[in-house]
């Protein structure tokens, strides 16, 4: 099965900054790479996601870049908000590839935004 | 149009009694997901169904747990003679099929499961 590791597991930042989550995964089949956001108490949702075809998306203040020959894809927040605190989980699968498809989430990053 | 309802939303039962937690996805959804988060640890994966395929058991963590699924509509996660170790949220997520750009998968509320 995919082996899935996301950095940092903690982040803490400064309202307005940056912040980057970094997705490594051992599956070189993976093609299609999603970030999904949980807020305390609440279920996981989806906020962006990326196909192998592509090097990078973006939407707003979030963007994911994909590095296939590395292996991994980053999630970037740009001018960070109070909302944007809560648990961020990367699961990169194997999508249509004839057997079941890998359902490996990473073990999440909480993330912080300090006011 | 209504989301992923799981229920029931709590549950407290006593160490080796059985449970059942069900799950309805999204209307027209193949596939549907189980997955288990212990108190702030992340998602484990369970079971996955997708349309009429064998189900992919590989996550389920052993016999104690089973799951069904009636067609592409409700399904029902049982935990048999339950532990205290299987004290968690369990998440159901369903997703309109495989491949193309179909692949988000839309959680429930979660069950909250504790086993005294």
């Known amino acids: 099965g995919e082996n899935v590791e996301q950095h940092p597991s903690t982040l803490s930042v400064q309202e307005g900054d940056s912040a980057v989550i970094k997705c490594t995964y051992s599956d070189s089949a993976s093609n299609y790479f999603p970030w999904y956001k949980q807020e305390l108490g609440k279920r996981p949702q989806l906020i962006i996601d990326i196909r192998s075809n592509v090097g990078e998306k973006k939407d707003q203040r979030i963007a994911v870049t994909l590095n296939k020959t590395a292996k991994h894809f980053s999630l970037h927040i740009t001018e960070t908000q109070p909302e944007d605190s809560a648990v961020y989980f990367c699961a990169p699968r194997v999508i249509g590839g004839g057997g079941a498809d890998g359902l490996t989430f990473g073990k999440g990053t909480h993330l912080i935004i300090q006011p | 149009g209504a989301g992923v309802s799981q229920s029931p939303s709590n549950k407290v039962t006593e160490k080796g009694k059985d449970v059942e937690l069900r799950c309805d996805p999204i209307?027209?959804?193949?596939?549907l997901y189980w997955y288990r988060q212990r108190l702030g640890q992340g998602l484990e994966f369970l079971i996955y169904f997708q349309g009429n395929s064998a189900p992919d058991k590989s996550g389920l963590p052993s016999d104690r747990f089973s799951a069904e699924r009636t067609g592409e509509s409700v399904s029902t996660l049982t935990i048999q003679r339950t532990q205290q170790e299987d004290s968690a949220v369990y998440l159901c997520a369903s997703s309109p099929g495989r491949g193309g750009p179909y692949n988000e998968q839309f959680f429930g509320p979660g069950t909250r499961l504790t086993v005294l």
């Open positions: 209307s027209g959804h193949t596939a």
